[in-house]
Nanobody
Framework: QVQLVESGGGLVQAGGSLSISCAAS??????MGWYRQAPGKQRELVAT???????NYADSVKGRFTISRDNAKNTVYLQMNSLKPEDTAVYYC?????????WGQGTQVTVSS
């Protein structure tokens, strides 16, 4: 069992920056990722990072968002810059261990125009 707890969401103006984090209850050796879900839309991948630091980003956030992880702290971060109103969503932390999918409770990010 793994618990994932997100923090750091909030309201920001377009063009601004925000950082969110996700703390795991134990060491994670698998890929960790951030997903988001806007009202009326499906949950979509934002970014992933391996334990070794290899990253992957959705085209819509490339060049604006940076994912990182601190394995010693069992924490993954998402630095979001140049935010746009279309980035407004609930952001979820995720990791898959074996056949189990673990999700955090989500943190709301709202970008005003």
């Amino acid at each position: 069992q793994v618990q994932l707890v997100e923090s750091g969401g909030g309201l920001v103006q377009a063009g601004g920056s925000l950082s969110i984090s996700c703390a795991a209850s134990r060491s994670i050796f698998s890929i960790m990722g951030w997903y988001r879900q806007a009202p009326g839309k499906q949950r979509e991948l934002v970014a992933t990072v391996t334990r070794g630091g290899t990253t992957n980003y959705a085209d819509s956030v490339k060049g604006r968002f940076t994912i990182s992880r601190d394995n010693a702290k069992n924490t993954v971060y998402l630095q979001m810059n140049s935010l746009k109103p279309e980035d407004t969503a609930v952001y979820y932390c995720n990791t898959d261990i074996g056949v189990m999918h673990y999700w955090g409770q989500g943190t709301q990010v709202t970008v005003s125009s």
